[in-house]
């Protein structure tokens, strides 16, 4: 009887709301019915909205219509989870969630893996069918030396169009650089010659091959442009049979140290960042905006190498190319560490430019031992990740190039000496440093907007704190006061649009 009374979950149903939340005493037999039948409906409630996760999930997440054999696996995964009680379920879930949280944290485990397994495959593939990986010294000539690093020899060149390689192979005892081929040869390059007498100049030669292709997938826009690398295979001109070069595309006629060197900077880059100049501003705000521009562009590119796991460890104005639109590119790989997989990382080597190096010198304690097989690191990098901050190495670097593009004094080789050594005295603390300093610096730029940018100086320019941390990261520098409401941004924009712009 108190059955027959008593609403049915499908009953409740239609008017879930009234029944489900109203207050209730479980002293007659009909209110300790609808209470069951209230505990029933709410499982109801609950089974649909799994189903409803699952299905919202398969459809709208993963478009899994698309893919048969994944909604075959989904659907057999429904089916076994039917069988689970609710409790298991959200077990279920909240492991599937926290197993995702590690797999996408920095440096992206499940991204690294699809990378390394899919992405670099599929692009040796098809560089191969277009011919990117037979390069060969016939395809390119070479031009005046550019530098010269530890590892390699920088060169500019042009690559030689395959008909004038074949007509430039019979007269190649004439010509001799790429000066003296005609017109025909268009696109310039940046060629880099390994040493290989050296002790380790292979390998270095070898890891910045790597991370150049494992950047040209993961942030392209951020490096300069890899073409690939070749082994010479004749002795002419700068080549030597056997001999293993790398080349980039041309980017710009000067790096950002080349800028700085002229005394009108940072106005010398002023048409070059915004397409113009900026007409009724004073002039402390226009260098300010151009600097505020260029830091935003190197730290944004910073997030990008830092989430893939790899840090540049050789962060200075010489390794930052201006190209002809405005876009600064990083280079110089022959330093650079992935600490996803360990990949050029040896414990208490220290490769770097004293002037541009963090106090710590490493970019992991000293303590951290060799990494494992590449699989076993990938798996832990998040943890490496976690307890060490890894990426605040070059974030310091790029502290003290904002330093030196704010600050004129310490432009100069031994301005920067000086910067460092005080620095060194009161402990890395920029704000001791600035009580204490004799070099009678101009703060104008970094205190304009109630001292925003020194704010973000200190932050960048600090000793590694509590548990390693204790400097700002790129993501976050990003979201700092100095960054936000940048007028920069707003007239860099405008620029794109800009008809006068070449
Ligand atoms: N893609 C590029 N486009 C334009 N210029 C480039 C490019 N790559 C390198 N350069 C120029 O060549 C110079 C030397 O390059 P890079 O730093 O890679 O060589 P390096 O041998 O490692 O030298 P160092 O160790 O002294 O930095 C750079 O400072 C830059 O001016």
């Keep these: ?230 082994v010479a295979n004749e002795t002419s001109s700068q080549f030597t049979k056997g001999g293993k070069w790398l080349v980039w595309k041309f980017e710009g006629d000067r790096n950002l140290a080349d800028y700085m060197k002229d005394r009108n900077f940072p106005l010398n880059l002023e048409s070059v960042m915004f397409g113009r100049v900026l007409q009724g501003v004073d002039s402390v705000k226009r260098d300010a905006l151009i600097i505020k521009q260029i830091m935003r562009q190197i730290i944004t590119s910073l997030k990008k190498i830092h989430n893939t796991g790899i840090v540049h460890r050789d962060i200075k104005p010489a390794n930052l190319v201006v190209t002809k639109r405005g876009q600064i590119k990083l280079i110089d790989f022959g330093a650079a560490t992935d600490l996803r997989i360990g990949k050029n990382y040896v414990p208490k080597l220290s490769l770097l430019d004293p002037d541009y190096c963090p106090p710590e010198l490493y970019v992991l304690p000293e303590e951290t031992p060799s990494p494992p097989p590449e699989p076993i690191a990938a798996f832990l990098s998040p943890i490496l990740w976690q307890l060490n901050s890894p990426d605040l190495f070059d974030m310091y670097s790029a502290g003290i190039v904002l330093m030196q593009m704010a600050i004129p004094t310490l432009r100069s080789t031994s301005g920067l000496k000086n910067f460092n050594s005080e620095l060194k005295t009161v402990g890395h603390d920029l704000n001791k440093w600035r009580e204490y300093t004799r070099l009678r610096p101009d703060f104008t730029i970094l205190d304009l907007d109630l001292g925003r940018g020194w704010d973000l100086a200190t932050k960048l320019i600090s000793q590694r704190g509590f548990l390693r941390r204790g400097r700002i990261s790129a993501a976050a520098a990003l979201t700092h006061p100095y960054f936000l409401l940048g007028g920069d941004q707003a007239v860099a924009v405008l620029s794109k649009f800009s008809l006068n712009r070449k």
């Design 1 to 230: 009887m108190a059955s027959l009374l008593c609403p049915t979950p499908s009953a409740l149903q239609h008017n879930p709301r009234s029944f489900c939340f109203s207050p209730l005493k479980l002293t007659s037999p009909t209110n300790l019915c609808i209470f069951t039948n209230r505990f029933k409906y709410n499982r109801l409630r609950c089974n649909v909205f799994f189903e409803n996760v699952q299905e919202d999930f398969l459809e709208n997440a993963l478009h899994l219509d698309q893919f048969p054999v994944l909604r075959y696996g989904f659907w057999q995964f429904q089916r076994v989870s039917g069988e689970l009680s609710e409790m298991q379920k959200w077990g279920f879930l909240v492991f599937a969630g926290l197993t995702w949280i590690y797999l996408t944290s920095r440096p992206g485990i499940l991204l690294g893996a699809i990378d390394t397994y899919l992405l670099a495959p599929l692009q040796l593939g098809l560089d191969s069918l277009s011919g990117k990986r037979n390069l060969n010294t016939s395809d390119f000539v070479i031009g005046q030396k550019l530098g010269e690093g530890n590892f390699g020899i920088v060169y500019s060149g042009a690559i030689v169009p395959k008909n004038v390689a074949a007509e430039n192979k019979v007269q190649n005892r004439r010509r001799r650089n790429a000066t003296e081929l005609d017109e025909r040869v268009k696109e310039k390059v940046i060629l880099k010659k390994v040493k290989t007498g050296i002790q380790g100049g292979k390998e270095c030669g070898d890891f910045e091959e790597w991370f150049n292709y494992r950047l040209s997938r993961a942030a392209p826009e951020s490096c300069a442009e890899f073409l690939g690398s070749f």
